[in-house]
């Protein structure tokens, strides 16, 4: 007759200590969340996996100091962000362009000069919509289609719910340039997403 099963507390206690096979029951059930979440910052299958690695080894080193004031998952998950951003420091994957072809020209501020339809605001769209299979594989492109630092900003602000002020701390920019290319990065994926928004399909 096997006991009962350690509780998370429990787990953070022993996997704090050294170990291992406890640190591997505490992680298993986040992977998924871990992993897509790296992924939705680096996009490539290698870079993902490397940085997850090495998320996981800072989560182990670092977990003495976890304080509890968050959920453990909560706390790891931040862990795996900032090491996609180490990752993302490391490599260059899509330069930044002055224009995106084919939506049209910016003001000097980063707005874009032509409308077409109804703005793209994820948190007020998009967290129902991406439910849905082939809205989530058209993100997944548009987000491929970002230049890199335009989808950090995008996926830090809209899709983790960062400030803006952590996100160019973080980044190393200043409020206005992170505010510019998350505009320029909806008005990108709006383009990609806009026949879903509106209820049609592409």
């Not at 998320?55 to 453990?72: K, M, Q, T, V």
């Not at 950090?152 to 505010?179: M, N, Q």
Request: hydrophobic share 35%.
């Amino acid at each position: 007759m096997t006991g009962t099963p350690p509780t998370e507390a429990q787990l953070i206690r022993l996997a704090s200590q050294g170990d291992s096979d406890a640190f591997g029951d505490l992680v298993r059930p986040h992977l998924s969340l871990f992993h897509n979440g790296i992924n939705r910052i680096l996009g490539n299958v290698s870079d993902t996996q490397d940085a997850l690695q090495d998320a996981l080894i800072g989560i182990f080193r670092d977990l003495p100091g976890f304080e509890g004031r968050s959920r453990f998952s909560s706390w790891a998950y931040k862990v795996c962000i900032n090491s996609a951003l180490m990752h993302r420091r490391t490599r260059s994957r899509n330069p930044e362009p002055a224009d995106f072809p084919g939506l049209g020209p910016f003001d000097r501020d980063g707005h874009h000069q032509e409308r077409h339809g109804p703005e793209w605001h994820v948190e007020a769209e998009a967290h129902g919509l991406v439910e849905k299979r082939e809205l989530r594989e058209c993100l997944l492109a548009a987000l491929d289609d970002l230049p890199d630092g335009h989808r950090d900003v995008f996926v830090l602000k809209d899709l983790e719910d960062w400030e803006t002020s952590d996100i160019a701390r973080h980044l190393g920019l200043e409020p206005a340039a992170v505010r510019q290319r998350l505009h320029r990065a909806r008005v990108l994926v709006q383009s990609r997403l806009r026949t879903f928004v509106q209820g049609g399909r592409p």
